[in-house]
């Protein structure tokens, strides 16, 4: 249990504005989800994956309402100007009328003291200013059109302004600086809770279907939020070819990245870029590389003592999946197989500087066996397999070296997982399913406690 001060208003969204609701985002907006509920002895108890966002540019209501406030005056305007152009039409007209009119009488006066070719110029030109009775008809017609529209547009805006203020005392733009207020007050809340257990993995979130059926995408887990960069890494054998994708919007159209050719080509899929280097398995070795993408050199490298390589334990689909880097609230984190282990899955912290291994754990579960794997909170999770009807099945917990069977759903979507890391920056899991690139949300269990609780 974790002794916070949640003040009242932001109780009040954890505990019933937010209670049972999750909101997933489109890959623009974030990726968000809010569980919470109240426990039997008034405890509130809440799940959260959380980049601040705004909720009234999500709230369909607000934004439509916006929307229809926007169309009303954009047509009101629009009115405003034909009217204006209309009138000036109109007195164009009313003075060729007067002209008409004043052409019809000379040509009346003048009928027995005209010549014949006089009274025939006269009269084709009267013909030709005819059809501007009919257009000052129309005209006329227009304009009280106009002036009816006008008035309607006005009643309509009134009735949408008091729909607003039905909606709340406070105007749009105060409402969405209210909300954000809460939100952010709920974000710093959670990341003040640190770490919680696997509960649950969302429905998947494709992001783009790009390259082989094999391979990994990834964001840094340590660059700030600001940092959207993607770096993409197709084929899981002797590549060596890295796109580096500005934002995450550049990688879902295809734009706007560099290339980095790495010196050494990668084994398998399991690579991780943490803090401006990409950590990965040199090919047909049991070395760890560390690449350095500003200055584009390798900072370190070093062999992990005892580690199958080259598909001697690789996860159940193969892939020279021998050796996983993952990076969690914690740090490092090499998963792979020794000899000495019989096959078994072993869990090494590493330094990120040196490359060294800091202490490793025998989780005790065979590694053929894992579809895959991920690190969260220093908790190695175990998918059951790479196919369709995979779940999570195994937790392996390093600070007290024992572990659990779990039974937490995961949607296996294209049928083929070939990589599968946690970002806890952004809290969520990054998957590579057969030639698609796919996020999933997570639900981690954590208890707030008000104040004066025990």
């Known amino acids: 249990m974790w002794p916070l001060t949640v003040p009242p208003p932001l109780l009040l969204l954890l505990c019933s504005g937010l209670a049972g609701q999750t909101l997933f985002q489109s890959p623009e907006e974030g990726w968000q989800l809010y569980t919470s509920a109240?426990?039997?002895?008034?405890?509130?108890?809440?799940?959260?994956?959380?980049?601040?966002q705004s909720a009234c540019s999500r709230?369909?209501?607000?934004?439509?309402?916006?929307?229809?406030?926007?169309?009303?005056?954009n047509v009101s305007q629009?009115?405003?100007?034909?009217?204006?152009?209309?009138?000036?039409?109109?007195?164009?007209?009313?003075?060729?009328?007067?002209?008409m009119r004043s052409l019809d009488a000379r040509l009346q006066a003048a009928d027995g003291s005209l010549s014949a070719k006089s009274f025939q110029e006269l009269k084709d030109r009267m013909t030709e200013l005819l059809p501007l009775s009919s257009v000052l008809e129309q005209y006329k017609v227009?304009?009280?059109?106009?002036?009816?529209?006008?008035?309607?547009?006005?009643?309509?805006?009134?009735?949408?302004?008091?729909?607003?203020?039905?909606?709340?005392?406070y105007g749009y733009e105060d409402l969405q600086q209210r909300v954000m207020a809460l939100e952010a007050r709920l974000h710093a809340c959670a990341q003040k809770l640190g770490c919680g257990k696997l509960t649950g993995v969302s429905n998947p979130i494709t992001?783009?279907?790009?390259?082989?059926?094999?391979?990994?995408?990834?964001?840094?887990?340590?660059?700030?939020s600001s940092d959207t960069r993607v770096w993409y890494m197709d084929g899981y054998y002797k590549g060596r070819r890295v796109l580096e994708f500005r934002t995450l919007g550049d990688f879902i159209k295809g734009q706007n990245f560099i290339q980095h050719l790495l010196p050494q080509p990668w084994a398998g899929t399991g690579h991780v870029v943490y803090n401006g280097s990409l950590f990965y398995n040199k090919h047909q070795s049991n070395v760890v590389v560390k690449y350095h993408f500003r200055s584009r050199s390798v900072l370190a490298q070093r062999s992990l003592p005892g580690a199958g390589y080259n598909n001697t334990f690789p996860y159940s689909w193969g892939g020279f999946s021998d050796m996983d880097f993952m990076v969690d609230e914690s740090g490092l984190w090499a998963v792979y197989t020794t000899n000495q282990n019989?096959?078994?899955?072993?869990?090494?912290r590493l330094d990120p500087h040196t490359l060294e291994v800091l202490r490793s754990w025998d989780t005790g579960y065979?590694?053929?066996?894992?579809?895959?794997?991920?690190?969260?909170?220093?908790?190695?999770?175990?998918?059951?397999?790479?196919?369709?009807?995979?779940?999570?099945?195994?937790?392996?917990?390093?600070n007290t070296s024992s572990y659990e069977y779990t039974d937490v759903p995961f949607h296996n979507q294209y049928s083929h997982i070939s990589m599968l890391d946690y970002n806890p920056r952004e809290r969520a899991l990054y998957t590579w399913?057969?030639?698609?690139?796919?996020?999933?949300?997570?639900?981690?269990?954590?208890?707030?406690?008000?104040?004066?609780?025990?």
């Open 38 to 52: 109240q426990a039997p002895d008034g405890k509130c108890v809440c799940t959260a994956v959380i980049p601040a």
């Open 59 to 73: 709230d369909g209501r607000s934004r439509e309402l916006r929307r229809l406030m926007e169309k009303v005056q």
């Open 78 to 99: 629009s009115m405003e100007v034909l009217e204006l152009r209309t009138y000036r039409d109109l007195q164009y007209v009313r003075s060729m009328e007067t002209l």
């Open 142 to 169: 227009d304009t009280r059109t106009i002036v009816r529209l006008r008035d309607e547009v006005r009643n309509l805006s009134g009735s949408l302004a008091a729909i607003q203020e039905e909606m709340g005392a």
């Open 207 to 224: 992001i783009r279907a790009m390259g082989s059926r094999f391979g990994s995408w990834m964001t840094d887990t340590m660059a700030p």
């Open 342 to 348: 019989a096959g078994n899955i072993v869990v090494s």
């Open 366 to 398: 065979p590694k053929r066996s894992a579809g895959e794997a991920f690190m969260i909170c220093g908790v190695l999770y175990v998918t059951s397999s790479h196919l369709a009807g995979a779940k999570v099945y195994f937790a392996y917990f390093t």
């Open 433 to 454: 399913n057969n030639g698609h690139q796919v996020l999933y949300n997570v639900t981690l269990f954590h208890v707030i406690s008000t104040a004066g609780d025990p």
